[in-house]
């Protein structure tokens, strides 16, 4: 029997926002996975694989290779698959494609947050940063939110004009502190070592969504907006000790590890005063992946 490959584009047809976040918490209910990394390197190219088994749901391999000399080539840096096993028999079920598992992830990691955090009632949304990733939560938020106005504000002007060029319901902002105290929703996608996002700007009430820090030197909000906040986090296990946004503050005595309320191990949790500010730290991870490419598989499945 031939295994599938789910493309990019046949993924894309088939799946939903809010049907990805609701197997996203019901894969947490599940015993919590066992996950693991392996990097290798020749010269400037990487391979990096994330390994994770969730009794339940199965095994997931994902290789990802970043080889830089390809934008030379015009071709992506960034290339890789995810192997789905059976969690019976740990036999290949299907092989899918990186970028539609990395996608629906990353948006569909924060979109679970903001279900449960965010207030129904949200109006105006503002995505800080305007790459790939500020795409997919325009669209992710659009289906959990879709009377809101988005605004986007990048720190060249034009990557915003591109996105709002992309989809309708975009204004471009460029006062950010402006921007945030319109916001009911604040979701960061940058690549910044400096907070970009100030507690100072924040209003009682408002959720905010970060997802760009990923290494230890990396933040995009400040002690004050951390302070002032209610934190939750997917994980603790891929946040405290890896992330900057998190590690930064705990290690210089800004916040104590009591300030972090949950993780997805503790959905029942996930719940907000009117007056809260709610923060979410998106940290990825490759139970995540797992419980993602599980969602894609059955989906494609349902389809056939």
């Avoid at 609701?22 to 390994?51: C, M, N, Q, V, W």
């Amino acid at each position: 029997m031939s295994i599938p490959q789910i493309s990019f584009e046949e993924g894309e047809k088939i799946l939903d926002w809010l049907k990805l976040t609701d197997a996203l918490a019901a894969a947490h209910e599940l015993p919590k996975a066992e996950i693991g990394d392996t990097f290798l390197y020749r010269r400037d190219d990487t391979l990096l694989t994330r390994s994770a088994w969730i009794d339940g749901l199965g095994v997931a391999v994902k290789a990802a290779t970043i080889f830089p000399g390809n934008k030379a080539q015009g071709l992506p840096a960034v290339n890789g698959a995810v192997n789905l096993m059976s969690d019976s028999t740990g036999q290949l079920e299907a092989i899918v494609d990186f970028h539609l598992v990395t996608k629906w992830k990353t948006a569909g990691d924060s979109l679970l947050a903001a279900r449960r955090l965010a207030r129904p009632d949200s109006r105006v949304i503002l995505i800080v940063g305007a790459g790939t990733v500020a795409a997919s939560l325009r669209e992710a938020y659009g289906a959990a939110f879709p009377n809101a106005e988005f605004l986007v504000w990048n720190r060249t002007p034009a990557g915003a004009e591109a996105l709002a060029a992309r989809y309708s319901g975009i204004e471009v902002v460029a006062d950010l502190a402006e921007a945030v105290g319109r916001a009911d929703i604040v979701t960061c996608a940058t690549m910044s070592t400096e907070p970009v996002l100030k507690g100072e700007w924040l209003r009682a009430g408002q959720h905010v969504d970060l997802i760009g820090a990923y290494r230890p030197d990396m933040r995009e909000a400040d002690d004050t907006a951390l302070d002032r906040a209610r934190i939750f986090v997917d994980s603790f296990d891929t946040t405290v000790g890896h992330i900057g946004e998190i590690q930064i503050p705990l290690d210089s005595g800004a916040i104590t590890r009591d300030d972090l309320v949950a993780d997805y191990y503790g959905l029942k949790d996930f719940i907000r005063a009117p007056e809260d500010i709610t923060l979410f730290k998106n940290g990825g991870g490759a139970h995540l992946d797992l419980m993602v490419s599980r969602y894609i598989f059955d989906a494609w499945r349902a389809a056939q």
